[in-house]
C-alpha cells in the first residue's frame, strides 16, 4: 500500500486553487479550467451572500464567469506548462464592488461587435452592459481586467451586514 504522503495531493474536484479570505476582500490563484470556473463562480456567490451584497450576485457572477472564460479561451498557457493562471480579486470597498480577473498574457481584451445571436465573442459587451465601469490595466508580464458594481441600498441585504466573517 502506498504512503498517501508522497503521492501529490490532488483536489476531489480536479481544480487547483489557493484562495484567501478576509471581510470583504476574496483572491483566489487558480489554474483555470473549464471545470474550475462554476466552481470559483459558486464560491464568489457565497461570499457575496455573506457580505450582504445579494442583490449583486448575479451581475457579478456572470462578470467572474466571463472573464475567467475569457483567460481560457484567449491567453496563451504559462511557460512550461499548458495551464492558463489568474489571480481573482473580489473587493468590496465603500459604495462599489470591484471585480478583477489578472491573467499573465499581455494582449489587452477587444470588445467585439459581434451579432446579438452569437454564442461567443460577446462575454465583454455583457460585463460592461452589467457593470457599472470596466476596463483593463497592463502590467509588466499580464493585465488586469476588471469591473465595478455600485452598491446601491436595494442590492444590500441588512442579514449579510451582521455577519462577521467572510
Do not use: Y
Given at each position: ?7 501529490p495531493?490532488?483536489?476531489a474536484?480536479g ?11 476574496l ?5 483555470v479550467?473549464?471545470?474550475a470556473?462554476?466552481i470559483?463562480?459558486t ?22 464567469t ?8 484567449h ?9 492558463r493562471?489568474a489571480?481573482?480579486?473580489v473587493?468590496?470597498l465603500?459604495?462599489v ?6 491573467d499573465?498574457?499581455?494582449v489587452?481584451p477587444k470588445?467585439s461587435?459581434?451579432a446579438?445571436?452569437a454564442?461567443?465573442g ?10 457599472d465601469d470596466?476596463?483593463c490595466?497592463e502590467?509588466?508580464?499580464g ?8 452598491v ?5 441585504s441588512?442579514?449579510g451586514?451582521?455577519r462577521?466573517?467572510?
Amino acid at each position: 500500500m502506498a504512503d498517501l504522503l508522497e503521492l501529490p495531493a490532488v483536489p476531489a474536484t480536479g481544480v487547483r486553487a489557493t484562495t484567501r479570505s478576509k471581510s470583504g476582500h476574496l483572491e483566489i490563484d487558480l489554474d483555470v479550467t473549464s471545470e474550475a470556473v462554476p466552481i470559483i463562480r459558486t464560491v464568489v456567490r457565497a461570499h457575496l451572500e455573506l457580505w450582504g451584497l445579494s442583490g449583486l450576485i448575479d451581475s457579478a457572477a456572470l462578470t467572474v464567469t466571463e472573464l475567467l472564460t475569457n483567460v481560457l479561451r484567449h491567453t496563451v498557457p504559462l511557460p512550461g506548462t499548458e495551464t492558463r493562471g489568474a489571480r481573482l480579486t473580489v473587493t468590496r470597498l465603500t459604495g462599489v464592488l470591484n471585480v478583477c480577473v489578472r491573467d499573465f498574457d499581455p494582449v489587452l481584451p477587444k470588445l467585439s461587435h459581434d451579432a446579438a445571436d452569437a454564442e461567443c465573442g460577446r462575454g465583454l459587451l455583457l460585463v460592461s452592459s452589467f457593470a457599472d465601469d470596466c476596463g483593463c490595466s497592463e502590467f509588466t508580464g499580464g493585465k488586469d481586467v476588471w469591473a465595478n458594481f455600485l452598491v446601491r441600498g436595494d442590492q444590500a441585504s441588512d442579514s449579510g451586514r451582521a455577519r462577521r466573517a467572510s
